[in-house]
């Protein structure tokens, strides 16, 4: 495997994930718990593991606590993902993640992160640029532990890409609008964080699609807006597409973003253009919110694949409306 093919992903907040899951959510009652399960989580850890699962190798690197250190050493064993994280004192934040089958919903209770210190930050840098190789994809993904400096983000774009790397970023709030300004080659905003961004709401597809070319109009090479069921729009300098997922069973929502990101990479990979990227991409969202837990069948994922409906959203218009084109 070439070192272009191998892919990074920096998780700075990491997380375990405990999945429950209830009949019926009810505030201020009783909740009685059908099933649980805890996997290792986290934004890029979750990157990691579909890229694994897709047969990509993959080094991980990020924060990590030394007091429950076990659940992402096994998990990194079995997904034979290579393990570069930086180990610092104190434990791993727990993500509560409650799952309604009732309301059909996921709560997500988030615990704040270890707050490491500003050696700790450096050997964390380190650790990321040791990954970096020429023509290597570096993903940036989720959000700050206390006491990080918001603009982390792109203080790493700017020397990952010094080394020759290409930037996946999904982020929110202050950190993507920092490291936007450094044009990572795409980004990945659902729609709460594109509208937080630009500011204001985006009711339709080809709104979405117009601010999506405003952030390659400053020098994003792929912008990617997930909407839910609503399916994503992929926008680049030359179009501008509405991938449509097929309707599913929805299990959970956890991780359905990051499984996302995964089929975007595994495009470049493979060299894919926009509609097949679009198309595998918002396969593997539909696919990761179908079940709990780890694994890939790819029979299943070639079929959802096949279903992903993908539509022009006026890509002349919006590329225009936003200034570029070719």
Not at 149 to 170: C, F, H
């Amino acid at each position: 495997m070439t070192s272009q093919s191998t892919v990074v992903t920096v998780t700075l907040n990491p997380a375990i994930d405990q999945t429950v899951h209830l009949a019926g959510f009810h505030v201020g009652e009783v909740n009685r718990v059908k099933s649980s399960r805890i996997d290792a989580g986290g934004k890029g850890v979750n990157v990691s593991s579909v890229l694994a699962d897709l047969g990509v190798e993959v080094l991980a690197t990020g924060f990590l606590g030394y007091e429950n250190l076990g659940i992402f050493e096994r998990h990194f064993r079995q997904k034979a993902i290579s393990d570069h994280f930086v180990r610092i004192p104190g434990a791993t934040r727990i993500g509560i993640k409650i799952v309604d089958a009732e309301g059909n919903q996921t709560t997500d209770i988030n615990f704040p992160g270890l707050a490491p210190d500003g050696d700790e930050i450096e050997r964390l840098v380190g650790a990321v640029l040791d990954c970096v190789e020429a023509g290597r994809w570096i993903v940036l993904s989720g959000s700050l532990p206390p006491g990080i400096s918001t603009d982390i983000y792109a203080r790493l774009i700017t020397e990952i890409r010094g080394k020759g790397g290409r930037i996946v970023l999904d982020t929110s709030g202050e950190p993507l609008r920092l490291a936007i300004a450094q044009s990572p080659e795409i980004v990945k905003p659902n729609l709460a964080e594109l509208e937080e961004l630009i500011g204001h709401a985006l009711k339709t597809p080809q709104e979405v699609a117009t601010a999506a070319a405003s952030l390659v109009r400053n020098g994003v090479e792929l912008a990617v807006v997930s909407m839910g069921e609503q399916g994503a729009v992929f926008v680049t300098r030359a179009a501008a597409l509405l991938a449509k997922p097929p309707k599913v069973e929805v299990k959970s929502t956890v991780g359905a973003g990051d499984a996302m990101v995964a089929g975007i990479i595994y495009a470049q990979l493979n060299g894919y253009g926009l509609e097949a990227t679009a198309r595998v991409a918002t396969a593997l969202g539909a696919y990761s919110v179908t079940r709990v837990g780890a694994g890939l069948d790819a029979g299943k994922l070639h079929e959802f694949e096949k279903q992903v409906r993908v539509e022009n959203v006026g890509a002349e218009a919006n590329l225009a409306a936003a200034g570029i084109g070719d």
